[in-house]
């Protein structure tokens, strides 16, 4: 699927999130139009649901990566890494506001989330979508990832490359890149 350029004023950035980032994250979560949001998860969701759903997706075997357009979170990739499996093996999720779609901030932040997961040990990293949803099953196939699909659902696998000392430069780079930004943001926000 081709993307197109986001508007010339559009600046985005990419950052992992925190604990002080989950306000802007639930707000994103919020604004999905309702295919997006049915997309996200698997099924029509409430607000109250979301809620529930922000308050605890911040854990240990988490880290979100978000897309941030100014200082809103327009597109979000988490990666649940599930420490009860072996080998190693972690599952991924994707949301992005409709006006930001077919832009490519799904490709970048699934390059994000293939890297931390490398980085982790991760083997085997899993996507589910719904079969029609074709951005998704593109994005995965983009990655090389091995698509199986039962009963309307697509499931994406894909196995990171092993860490290496690239790999980590490349997300320390990352998130010091995250952590300027992020100051930045803080400092043109904050009262003079």
Sequence with gaps: MPTSPLPDHT?????????????????????????????RFGGGVSDAYIDDYVDTSLRLDTLIYGAFDG???????????????????????????????????????????????????????????????????????KHHAELKTVDGETEAKLEPAMFNPLSYFEEWMGEADGAFSRMFQWKQSSPH
Aim: hydrophobic share 45%; with cysteine; charged share 20%.
């Design 71 to 141: 200082s809103s979170v327009v597109a979000a990739g988490e990666l649940r890494i599930l420490f009860a499996a072996w080998p190693p093996t972690a599952e991924t999720a994707f949301s992005v506001e409709h006006a930001y779609q077919a832009h490519g901030l799904g490709d970048l932040l699934l390059t994000k989330i293939i890297t931390a997961a490398r980085n982790r040990g991760i083997m085997t990293l899993s996507m589910q979508c719904l079969s029609h949803n074709k951005r998704m099953r593109h994005l995965a196939q």
């Design 11 to 39: 600046k985005i950035t990419l950052r992992r999130l925190w604990p002080t980032d989950m306000t802007l994250y639930r707000e994103h979560l919020l604004r999905l139009d309702p295919v997006s949001r049915h997309s």
